[in-house]
């Protein structure tokens, strides 16, 4: 069971992104302000549902919440700072985005550069741990999934609507045989997948 709250006075924004891990694509942050009697029987860290459940909760979360929003790091700007560093940035984006201002950032991880003005605390797998994180962490989720999904349509032979931009041994292999696209990390070190070996 998610917690509603880490404070019972503050007004708390969950913070998270997705795809930190992927060798094509943006990092998406999203930061969400729910209210503190906010439940729902599916909520839960978005790595722990199907695709199906993010997307049912995604209009579910964004009808409920005091504030939300939704922040895109390009792979350009990724190459460029860092994948931490744009992490980070999307996650200050998002913030700086809300309709309503936090008193309090809870932030999945454990290190975050301080937001000024607003304290945080860093949770480790907080996003399976607190309502408004799980909420942050579906949000950033499902939005970039949906961007994957289009860019797909531009470069189907990368089958992004499946990978998603992760590493996936199918997408090393033909990222390898067909080069970059515009839309590819190309700091990330890609190294072959390692290849079954087999008796003789």
């Avoid at 454990?110 to 949000?139: E, M, T, W």
């Avoid at 292999?173 to 087999?198: A, C, D, Q, W």
Wanted: glycine share 6%; with cysteine.
């Amino acid at each position: 069971m998610l917690a509603s709250f880490y404070t019972t006075d503050l007004i708390e924004a969950g913070c998270d992104e997705a795809g930190r891990g992927c060798i094509a694509g943006p990092v998406v942050a999203a930061a969400v302000i729910l209210p503190k009697d906010f439940e729902h029987p599916l909520l839960n860290d978005s790595k722990q549902l199907t695709e199906r459940d993010r997307f049912t909760l995604k209009p579910i979360i964004e009808a409920a919440a005091l504030a939300y929003a939704v922040t895109f790091i390009d792979n350009h700007e990724i190459d460029q700072i860092n994948i931490l560093k744009a992490s980070f940035k999307a996650m200050h984006g998002s913030v700086d985005k809300l309709a309503m201002r936090p008193e309090l950032l809870l932030i999945d991880g454990n290190r975050f550069p301080a937001y000024v003005g607003i304290p945080h605390v860093c949770i480790v797998k907080g996003d399976g741990k607190y309502a408004s994180i799980a909420a942050a962490s579906i949000l950033a989720k499902t939005y970039r999934d949906e961007y994957m999904d289009q860019l797909s349509d531009q470069h189907p032979e990368y089958d992004w609507k499946t990978n998603k931009g992760y590493p996936t041994p199918s997408h090393k292999r033909v990222t390898i045989k067909m080069g970059f696209t515009p839309y590819h990390r190309i700091t990330f070190k890609l190294n072959p997948p390692k290849e079954k070996s087999t008796s003789v």
